[in-house]
């Protein structure tokens, strides 16, 4: 394709993404006869990883295609946005394609039905969209604008970006190395800046003190906050929200009017307790025991990976009160557990009545400042009235945990947009500004080539995580496999792009002097946390597609 000719319009490579749809539900529906429904995802893993991701795909060109065509419509989509749609589309395409035509064979699926959902003139179209040619001009347009994030939203979601990316720049941005560097904990500044703007209030209904302004507003706010560090600021509203919406889903009157202005007022931090140090992704496993001791309850066994543990005042642990074996997921329960704010990298608590809590932060690469503990608790006691849901509660913590998760992954898409889409802007103004045998390197094919690629992964990432927010508006349980979906592609996605900017930096992108080597190594941990890659592709999405 001849740089002459003229780039594919976005409803030309719309065909190309209603193909891979219908592929995508072909081979789920297949997937759905070979595994019963989903009762035999583990007897056919591969296939269904395979699969799963292609729909993943699929799903998200979708959500891509539909709001930068409204966005058209209406006149706010810029040359860049339309351009990303199409680039993306013939990325993802491609992608839904390849891991298709892997698995035909498992599915069922004759090279008669491939040929069918790509005939020549589409499969012509994909070359031509997809052809460098297109990505070349959207690494120009890239390094034009820095990179700059201009996805057109509504007034009040434009004010809530822009006044979170102004606090983002001023207070965070400048001390995110600091904090990356010396491992150090947030400053309470942060903290106290947030609160008063309102942020740990947005999920929390007025009448509790919070303002629920929605899930996009909340991404909105996540993604410009990772934007300026993912561990310094980023994630700090995530873990209030994952206890506000256990409260809200099965707390009792008097506790969520009791929590949730604390909660929405930044008066109370949260950590989340819920993996053992030989429990991960079967939170059913949990052995960490609480026993009934009159009016109150004894936390005994260790907890791991509990992010924020030591600043945190209070802990949402997970604790089994059913100690029979049998009871899986029936014998978790839900507690809402008290405690002394620590800084630091480790601390005792220790009750009055002889109760002990102690935590030891884990050294790791990348996510500084929210620092993530090991624990135990021994005879550490937490009054009977901090159950989720009071005697009722019993029993419920898991469903309740869960829920509180699929707003947790919902807000891991946003981060891990946040992140690449810093990635994205200091690459490009590094590529201008650097000059290498007489030339700026964003004047090189390859490195044009690769922003594009860059910003549009970035793109689709950011349509299906806004979708997915817009879902959990309607209906936050049937919605909570897409958000799962958005974790999926995204986190990818951020790991991509933090590493092709590294590259795109050259040496040093090695150096700590750069960000981009912090962008990478807090890029890793997103595919791991609010449930990890594998399991999220096999136990969430797959299920959740699978069962039809």
């Known amino acids: 394709m001849p740089e002459t000719n003229a780039i594919p319009s976005l409803e030309e490579a719309a065909q190309l993404q209603r193909a891979a749809v219908e592929l995508s539900e072909l081979a789920l529906a297949r997937s759905r006869e070979v595994t019963a429904g989903g009762k035999r995802i583990d007897d056919h893993q591969v296939l269904v990883e395979r699969v799963v991701y292609a729909a993943t795909q699929a799903r998200a060109i979708t959500e891509l295609v539909e709001a930068v065509s409204q966005a058209a419509a209406e006149g706010q989509a810029s040359p860049q946005l339309e351009l990303c749609a199409v680039a993306a589309v013939a990325e993802l395409v491609g992608g839904v394609r390849a891991r298709l035509d892997l698995v035909a064979d498992d599915l069922g699926l004759e090279e008669s039905a491939l040929e069918a959902a790509f005939p020549a003139e589409l499969r012509a179209l994909l070359r031509a969209c997809g052809h460098e ?25 434009e004010q809530v970006r822009e006044a979170v990316r102004g606090f983002a720049e001023s207070e965070v941005m400048p001390e995110a190395e600091r904090i ?28 509790y003190g919070g303002s629920e302004l929605g899930n996009l507003a909340m991404i909105l706010t996540t993604e410009e906050l990772s934007r300026a560090s993912l561990a310094a600021a980023g994630s700090l509203i995530t873990r209030p929200e994952i206890l506000t919406k256990a409260l809200l889903g099965g707390g009792t009157e008097a506790q969520k009017r009791h929590w949730l202005p604390r909660l929405a007022g930044g008066e109370v931090m949260v950590g989340i307790s819920v993996t ?85 932060a884990d050294a790791t690469p990348g996510y500084r400042g929210m620092h993530s503990f090991t624990l135990n608790f021994e005879d550490f006691e937490v009054p009977a009235d901090h159950l989720v849901g009071g005697d009722e509660g ?92 958005a974790k999926l592609l995204a986190c990818d996605m951020a790991v991509e792009v933090t590493q092709q900017g590294q590259l795109m930096h050259g040496g040093w992108g090695y150096a700590e002097e750069y960000p981009i080597s912090r962008y990478v190594v807090d890029a890793q941990v997103l595919p791991i946390f609010e449930g990890v890659k594998p399991i999220l592709e096999l136990k969430v999405v797959g299920r959740a597609l699978l069962a039809g």
């Open 133 to 157: 040619s297109v990505f070349r001009a959207l690494g120009r347009q890239v390094c034009e604008t820095r990179g700059a994030n201009d996805w057109p939203l509504d007034e009040v979601c």
């Open 180 to 207: 990356h560097r010396t491992d150090a904990g947030i400053p309470e500044a942060f903290i106290r800046g947030m609160a008063e703007l309102g942020y740990f209030g947005l999920a929390v209904p007025e009448a």
């Open 276 to 360: 053992e140090p030989d429990v991960g992704s079967d939170v059913a496993s949990v052995k960490c025991r609480a026993e009934r001791r009159g009016d109150a309850w004894l936390l005994n066994g260790p907890k791991a990976w509990c992010t924020f543990a030591g600043r945190a005042d209070v802990l949402a642990v997970l604790a089994r009160t059913d100690p029979s074996p049998d009871s899986g997921a029936r014998g978790l329960s839900l507690f809402i557990v008290p405690k002394q704010a620590f800084d630091g990298h480790e601390f005792e608590f220790v009750q009055p009545g002889g109760g002990r809590l102690v935590g030891k």
């Open 394 to 485: 019993e029993g419920r913590g898991f469903y309740l945990q869960m829920a509180g998760f699929a707003a947790g992954r919902l807000q891991t898409g946003g981060r891990a947009c946040g992140l690449a889409q810093a990635a994205l802007e200091k690459t490009a103004q590094y590529v201008v500004d650097r000059v290498q045998f007489g030339r700026a390197i964003s004047d090189y094919q390859l490195t044009q080539f690769t922003l594009g690629r860059m910003a549009a992964l970035l793109a689709a990432s950011r349509a299906l995580t806004y979708a997915a927010a817009a879902a959990m508006d309607e209906d936050e349980r049937a919605a909570a496999p897409l958000a799962a979906q």
